[in-house]
């Protein structure tokens, strides 16, 4: 069983930055891709960006293209998403997920390990 929990979370003005970490725990952290996912109030799930294992494959949505950076720190147990230039439609709970395979994957399904979350507020 893997645990994952999210931290960073926070009210930041419109055109700030965040940075969100996920901490896993519980087993090993090796071969697991992780992937940032965010649900804004009224909305599904919707895909944010991936990150393989070894950092050699990352996707991100369109939507964030350009404004947010995955990365990990396996050292650590730690994948990160820096986003900066924050809009109000950014405002959502943001879910980190694992799952224990190649690649990255970009759907929620393909994910088995979630956090419970952290929620971003972006004011205008």
């Known amino acids: 069983q893997v645990q994952l929990v999210e931290s960073g979370g926070g009210l930041v003005q419109a055109g700030g930055s965040l940075r969100l970490s996920c901490a896993a725990s519980g087993r090993t952290f090796v071969g697991y891709a992780m992937g940032w996912f965010r649900q804004a109030p009224g909305k599904g799930r919707e895909f944010v960006a991936a990150?393989?294992?070894?950092?050699?494959?990352?996707y991100y949505a369109d939507s964030v293209k350009g404004r947010s950076t995955i990365s990990r720190d396996n050292t650590m147990n730690t994948v990160y998403l820096q986003m900066n230039n924050l809009k109000s439609e950014a405002t959502a709970v943001y879910y980190c997920?694992?799952?224990?395979?190649?690649?990255?994957?970009?759907?929620?399904?393909?994910?088995?390990?979630w956090g419970q979350g952290t929620q971003v507020p972006v004011s205008s």
């Open positions: 997920a694992a799952v224990n395979g190649v690649g990255a994957p970009r759907f929620s399904r393909e994910y088995n390990y």
């Open positions: 990150i393989s294992w070894s950092g050699g494959i990352i």
